[in-house]
């Protein structure tokens, strides 16, 4: 196995889950068998219990696991499937190490971070190599250089490439060139201080990535090179786009792809890039453009909602037309301000997505009951699927007090309820209905259509669903669920004699892909183009 470690320097959030799955798109090209694996060195076990606003979307896996949103980006350029073990955190590994001294597995040994902690690390890693089957195993280690939480990952990768040796692992290290306006330069300092503290660590980065806003003159990548010692084409320039997936194109064009072979060995062939660069020729040719609002409560950092912004434009690519999505918050509808409102009426689409807690659900309500009454297409997910059958109980069945137990444990119309095997669940950490579950698509029904076929695999991640007391009185007043779980949930919702009014428990956002759009994606979007 080979493998390839990514770092960050300067300041965090520059895209290391972008650079990493590109360097992984470079390999797969070269039908070189590729893998991810994302390091999160807070202490939490896992991304579930995180803010939105702090950590954005929480990104779960087919096998149930609340990760990193980077795991995203990795499904999404590579083309894999991952699943919980390719997201470490420091929660997990201190809870393997503390299992271990409590069984006895130290037995006569003071526990400490080296050896034991960071030979944790290093397991956890050639383990998911090694399960996979990949030539190659990324590791993107989250943070930046320097701090306190990421120490026992650095010395554990430098321990990594000293055991495996230095022909075996490559050092990526992206870091941030600022341009300053007043002197119209780009300012290289950032980058060598970054890099002299990764050495500081025994790490010697093969490569530079190097984010800045406008493209690096060849002296710049002198400079960074003399400064850094690394070879000038292992300086590798990526200034903005304005659509991520050209960037492992823009990587190849500078040759970053037959460095990275040549430095690790690798025999991996001409590249082929030719159904990525249809997707992209796809979204630069459209000439069209649909709005679609995006009802939500996190819309101030729309990476809370990052794996359903890009199914849409996977959609769009699809359909032919550019998706120009309209962030719009619910609680701004639901203090019924009109600027809102505008934004939400000129949309040829909305989509109401997940969430958790009570901010804001009038508000997504007043928007379903929108799109559902002047016959807008609509798509809700999750927490938009529930809150559909509360729209709709509410105005149609005339239970006006309607409601998720969620949010009105007393409510007189239970529509929406707490799931039976949550009733005795205590601790919220990884306790919900998670990852890939059956589900059966009613024949004749529109979502059947849609994925040509009877039963899919779905990633879930809820603990409440609609009531089944209730669905009978429902589908008796013109709402249909044509699609139930083996076991009879309710998990699609769809109105016959509207143009398109979709909700579905599960989250179908996880598994869109560039070229392989989600079904529940492409009807909206489809729909919203012929408007």
């Not at 493998?3 to 039908?31: E, H, N, Q, Y």
């Not at 007391?469 to 008796?476: R, S």
């Not at 143009?499 to 759009?517: A, D, L, M, N």
Request: hydrophobic share 35%; proline share 5%.
């Amino acid at each position: 196995m080979k493998f390839i470690v990514v770092t960050g320097g300067v300041v965090s959030g520059i895209g290391k889950g972008i650079t990493t799955a590109s360097i992984g798109k470079l390999l797969s090209a070269r039908d070189i068998e590729v893998t991810a694996i994302k390091i999160d060195p807070y202490i939490n076990v896992d991304a579930g219990t995180m803010n939105p606003f702090q950590h954005g979307e929480v990104f779960v896996t087919e096998d149930g696991v609340e990760t990193d949103l980077d795991l995203g980006h990795y499904e999404r350029f590579m083309g894999v499937t991952l699943s919980g073990a390719h997201n470490i955190t420091t929660g997990k590994i201190y809870q393997r190490v503390i299992r271990k001294e409590r069984r006895g597995d130290y037995l006569g040994e003071t526990v400490q971070v080296i050896p034991h902690v960071t030979d944790e690390i290093k397991s956890w890693i050639r383990n998911v190599g090694r399960a996979s089957g990949a030539e190659v195993v990324l590791v993107e280690i989250g943070g930046t250089v320097g701090d306190i939480e990421g120490m026992p990952f650095y010395e554990a990768v430098r321990q990594l490439q000293l055991e495996e040796g230095r022909e075996n692992v490559m050092f990526v290290h992206l870091t941030y060139v600022p341009y300053l306006k007043h002197t119209e330069e780009l300012k290289t300092k950032p980058t060598q201080h970054s890099v002299k503290e990764l050495r500081s660590l025994g790490i010697q980065p093969d490569a530079i990535v190097c984010r800045c806003e406008y493209p690096l003159s060849e002296s710049v990548k002198r400079k960074i090179a003399l400064h850094t010692n690394v070879p000038k084409r292992a300086v590798i320039d990526a200034h903005d786009t304005d659509l991520v997936y050209k960037v492992p194109l823009m990587f190849e064009e500078q040759g970053f792809g037959e460095y990275i072979c040549e430095r690790l060995g690798l025999d991996g062939g001409e590249p082929d890039y030719s159904d990525w660069e249809e997707f992209i020729e796809r979204i630069e040719n459209a000439e069209e453009t649909v709005k679609i609002a995006v009802v939500g409560k996190y819309v101030d950092l729309p990476d809370a909602y990052i794996s359903i912004r890009e199914a849409l434009i996977h959609a769009g690519a699809e359909v032919g037309v550019n998706v120009d999505i309209e962030w719009v918050d619910a609680e701004e509808l639901e203090a019924g301000r009109s600027e809102a409102w505008e934004r939400l009426q000129e949309a040829d689409g909305v989509l109401v997505p997940g969430g958790f807690g009570k901010r804001g659900v009038e508000g997504k309500i007043e928007a379903i009951r929108y799109a559902r009454e002047e016959e807008v297409p609509f798509l809700g997910i999750c927490l938009g699927f529930q809150l559909a059958v509360v729209e709709y109980a509410r105005n149609e069945l005339g239970y006006e007090e309607a409601h998720s137990t969620e949010f009105n444990p007393d409510t007189k119309y239970p529509v929406v309820d707490l799931l039976p095997e949550q009733r005795e669940v205590e601790e919220k950490g990884g306790t919900m209905r998670l990852g890939a579950e059956p589900v059966v698509l009613e024949e004749g029904s529109l979502i059947r259509k849609l994925y040509g076929k009877e039963v899919v695999l779905e990633r879930h991640r809820h603990r409440y669903e609609v009531n089944p007391k209730y669905a009978p009185k429902l589908e008796d007043h013109g709402l249909r669920f044509t699609g139930r779980s083996p076991d009879g949930r309710m998990e699609v919702l769809e109105l016959p004699d509207h143009p398109y009014f979709v909700g579905t428990q599960y989250h179908p956002e996880f598994k869109s892909r560039p070229g392989e759009p989600s079904p529940p994606f492409l009807g909206l979007v489809s729909a919203a183009a012929e408007r």
